[in-house]
């Protein structure tokens, strides 16, 4: 995670900020007070949205002044657009770009005002499920009616995860990062002006002095498709890209097209290879002798049981930076970038599953994967899910890959011998951690 830094006004303001990566292009990202940069990182899909950014740009985040770690300001609504500009010529001028790209995610795209005031400093403007005004007008049947406007005040759609984010409406763990998110970008008061200054916000008149070569992106089922369409088309030359998908962030869904859009936008080609590549540790969990005892417990007791196991195992994942990728039935999928944490983590779950009377087992293996939207494939996952299966009740098996890499580590390792694994070719051999 970079360092948070701060660029002060010349009336002595100061404004939080991030620099992340090194690319050649510059990218200013603009967005709804959603969460501080602070927080990024705490988000997985997010900070892989923030790490796939980073292969061909140097992008920089902002808290803009009365959100997260920035100045605070108070009743300023009738001044957001002109303010929320201010932060940013104050950034870019603090970290010496003469000109950059500018990155709206969502929201009401106040980069449009930058882009149309200061073109000499705008190399292109990428608009992502965002729009030039929310209210409904004669002339913008696009906009929300007064009814959702009311509505959007008293409770602001920015707070809501089936707002935004439909698709994750039912995962615990982004929830709780959500809400807490919101909560540290700005306390209610600040959240309540901004919102309603957002909502009376009318930028369609700087559409026409936009010069910038513009892409504007969106998804056909998100709330804002018609207000994105109305973007690129009262832009002059914008270029237009409708994605499937209903949610409105960009890291949320199928990441790797909005993110393949941008990239080709930009730079004018993609990377060599489309697939999504990392190099990650693979945990498999699986619930020992599940079966015969869903049978003695009835259905409903069951269920409540794995939801008791899926919030135990999210909880362990946090702590040890995990990623929780998808359940397989009574057990998970998840990854790591770090194998000893990964081990240590796996640990923890069984150590935590057990005073429930579930015992668990687990298999490990580190190797390159493909990322396709929020699953992955490849064989290291087939290599993992194949190790798990020749662990024994409270046991974490482990491949060779793993051992090797946490050489000089404080984990303790029984050699188990050679196994074959169905379906991957040659023999390998695995290890136990032992407690």
């Not at 809501?160 to 995962?171: C, H, N």
């Not at 010069?211 to 914008?238: E, K």
């Not at 946090?318 to 998808?326: A, N, Y």
Request: hydrophobic share 45%.
């Amino acid at each position: 995670m970079p360092e948070t830094r701060y660029a002060t006004m010349s009336g002595g303001d100061q404004v939080a900020f991030q620099v992340i990566g090194d690319g050649p292009v510059d990218v200013l990202i603009g967005r709804p007070p959603m969460f501080p940069v602070d927080l990024m990182w705490d988000e997985p899909r997010l900070a892989h949205f923030l790490n796939r950014l980073s292969s061909f740009s140097r992008h920089i985040w902002f808290d803009a002044r009365g959100t997260g770690a920035s100045e605070r300001i108070g009743g300023t609504e009738s001044r957001l657009a002109e303010t929320v500009v201010e932060d940013m010529v104050t950034v870019v001028n603090e970290v010496g770009c003469e000109r950059v790209v500018l990155l709206q995610l969502g929201g009401v795209a106040l980069t449009l005002l930058f882009a149309a005031t200061h073109p000499e400093r705008t190399a292109a403007l990428v608009a992502v499920n965002t729009s030039a005004r929310v209210r409904w007008a004669e002339d913008y049947p696009q906009g929300l009616s007064v009814d959702e406007v009311d509505q959007a005040v008293v409770f602001p759609s920015y707070r809501s995860v089936e707002g935004v984010a439909p698709s994750l409406g039912d995962d615990v763990s982004f929830r709780r990062w959500f809400d807490r998110a919101a909560r540290l970008s700005g306390p209610p008061h600040d959240h309540l002006w901004r919102n309603r200054g957002a909502l009376d916000t009318d930028l369609r008149a700087t559409l026409a002095s936009v010069q910038a070569p513009t892409l504007v992106v969106y998804r056909r089922d998100a709330p804002v498709a018609a207000q994105s369409r109305y973007l690129a088309d009262h832009i002059d030359g914008a270029q237009g890209v409708e994605l499937d998908g209903e949610d409105s962030l960009a890291w949320v869904g199928d990441a790797g097209a909005v993110l393949d859009a941008i990239e080709e936008f930009l730079t004018g080609q993609l990377a060599p290879s489309h697939a999504d590549r990392v190099l990650a540790t693979v945990l498999f969990t699986d619930l020992v002798d599940s079966t015969p005892r869903a049978a003695r417990m009835g259905d409903r007791r069951w269920r409540e049981l794995l939801v008791t196991h899926d919030a135990l195992v999210r909880a362990e994942l946090d702590r040890f930076r995990g990623e929780w990728i998808k359940s397989t039935g009574d057990g998970v999928l998840a990854i790591f970038d770090g194998p000893a944490r990964a081990i240590r983590c796996a640990c923890a779950i069984r150590d935590a599953l057990r005073p429930l009377g579930l015992e668990m087992r687990a298999g490990l293996h580190t190797g390159e994967l493909e990322r396709h939207g929020d699953d992955i494939a490849g064989i290291a996952v087939h290599v993992g899910e194949r190790v798990a299966s020749h662990a024994g009740a409270g046991n974490v098996l482990i491949s060779r890959t793993v051992a090797d890499l946490i050489a000089g580590s404080e984990i303790k390792l029984q050699d188990q011998g050679e196994y074959e694994l169905k379906g991957v070719s040659g023999s390998w051999r695995l290890f136990s951690v032992r407690d």
